[in-house]
């Protein structure tokens, strides 16, 4: 069992830049791929960004690519998403998962994951 905590989200002004971050348990980090995902009132939770366990494979959706970067630490057991050139549309509850096979590749499919952290609240003010 692996327990996924988020921090890191809050408001910022519309091109402001966030961090955040997502504490892993668990003795096997570096084994698991992890994503974050992001869901907005209203609409269905959405891929933002993927890294493989060995952190070499990164992937974005559209939306993001150029302003948002994933990296992770295994030895502090976290993944990072440093969030630039904020946009309101980015506004969402931001969530970390952790998927058990993916030391080569990533994958942007939410059936991959299996385990979930609570999320954390992004807001974007204009």
């Known amino acids: 069992q692996v327990q996924l905590v988020e921090s890191g989200g809050g408001l910022v002004q519309a091109g402001g830049s966030l961090r955040l971050s997502c504490a892993a348990s668990g003795r096997t980090f570096s084994s698991y791929g992890m994503g974050w995902f992001r869901q907005s009132p209203g609409k269905e939770r959405e891929f933002v960004a993927a890294?493989?366990?060995?952190?070499?494979?990164?992937s974005y959706a559209d939306s993001v690519k150029g302003r948002f970067t994933i990296s992770r630490d295994n030895a502090k057991s976290t993944v990072y998403l440093e969030m630039n050139s904020l946009k309101p549309e980015d506004t969402a509850v931001y969530y970390c998962?952790?998927?058990?096979?993916?030391?080569?590749?990533?994958?942007?499919?939410?059936?991959?994951?299996?385990?979930w952290g609570q999320g954390t609240q992004v807001t974007v003010s204009s």
């Open positions: 998962a952790a998927d058990r096979f993916r030391y080569l590749i990533t994958s942007s499919h939410e059936a991959s994951y299996d385990y």
């Open positions: 890294i493989s366990g060995s952190g070499v494979s990164t």
